[in-house]
């Protein structure tokens, strides 16, 4: 099994950074591997500057002219970029969109169980599209949808926020909701009871000294 030669920084095929001897243009603006300019000189020099300290030339703005350079080591600097970028999807939070439908002529008990639904879809940070499905002559009394959809969004109060005002679209009134100011504060973390500190035991009284009776 051949042994890998120590310095071979090669990127994998799939990687279109130009770096080393994959950078064919005549001269570059060199950045040092202290973050300094070094200044405009031949790609050649550039590369030798690189190689006498063990590092890598890397174009980093292709679109300049002439194009920007930097020496340093590339296998490392990849490395950071792609733990950078798991970080950055890692704290990324994915929105979903649920839908809830409502009737006009929707019961207490069937709205109580769907203003549920929309609060629980709330508190696991996803926004919430209301739909209001008019039937037959329904649809010539919209101000019914607008009342369920106004009366929903003042229930739920600090939890919503009205993303998107009620509007007609055919038989369908759709509102859109999002997760409001008291789903956004950190929750505070509970402070732990202080331990109940035990009774002192009382002292006994001190016996009170007689009076001296005057001579």
Known sequence: MPV?????????????????????????????????????IKTAEALSYAQERNLDLVEVAADARPPVCRVLDYSKYKYEQEQKLKQARKHQQSINVREIKFRPKIAQHDYDTKKGHVERFLRERDKVKITIMFRGREVTHPERGTMILERLAEDLGDLAIVEQRPIQDGRNMTMLLGPGKLLSQPEQPEQPEQPEQPEQPEQPEQPEQAETAAG
Do not use: A, H, S, Y
């Open 4 to 40: 890998p030669k120590r310095f071979d920084r090669r990127p994998p095929e799939r990687d279109q950074t130009r770096i080393n001897e994959r950078i064919r243009v005549p001269e570059v603006r060199l950045i040092g591997d202290d973050g300094n300019q070094v200044g405009v």
